[in-house]
């Protein structure tokens, strides 16, 4: 039996995210998905927005992945190609060379990324919008502020 497995942070699941999974999941009878803990992201200096049990569920919940695990640390994933039986290791094309030290123990691909999406930059389009709100709500009160200065 031919198992994959792969590891994220799959924070505000998108298109690329699923294009990834599905691929992963005709390369093999069985995938098996690591998903970043709260406490390894902070180690990363990733904030998530979603909880690890939320991002977990939402993994989970696709039938093209068949078993969600968390992911605690860089150096489990060695063992964890051994102790599930895994033949093909797979992750996004921006991680390409980094585990490549993996193929002593199974096959190693680094699938393209989707184009013109990144959780990254969903990020950045989100706290500009905050910023953007935050501003106007303050232009309101500043007018409201204005206003009654003018009754009084």
């Not at 068949?66 to 060695?78: A, L, R």
């Amino acid at each position: 039996m031919n198992i994959v497995i792969t590891y994220g942070t799959f924070d505000l699941f998108h298109i690329g995210h699923l294009n990834i999974l599905e691929s992963l999941s005709h390369m093999g009878e069985k995938l098996i998905v690591g998903v970043s803990t709260d406490e390894f992201n902070l180690l990363k200096g990733k904030n998530s927005i979603h909880s690890f049990e939320e991002r977990s569920r939402i993994i989970a919940a696709l039938t093209c992945v068949d078993e969600v695990i968390p992911e605690n640390d860089w150096d489990q994933k060695s063992s964890d190609i051994k102790k599930y039986g895994v033949t093909l290791f797979g992750m996004g094309e921006d991680w390409k060379g980094k585990f490549d030290d993996l193929s002593a123990s199974c096959e190693v691909v680094y699938l393209p990324r989707t184009p013109s999406i990144s959780t990254t930059d969903l990020k950045k389009v989100l706290s500009k919008i905050d910023s953007a709100a935050i501003q106007q709500i303050k232009t309101g009160l500043d007018s409201v502020l204005d206003l009654v200065k003018a009754i009084e």
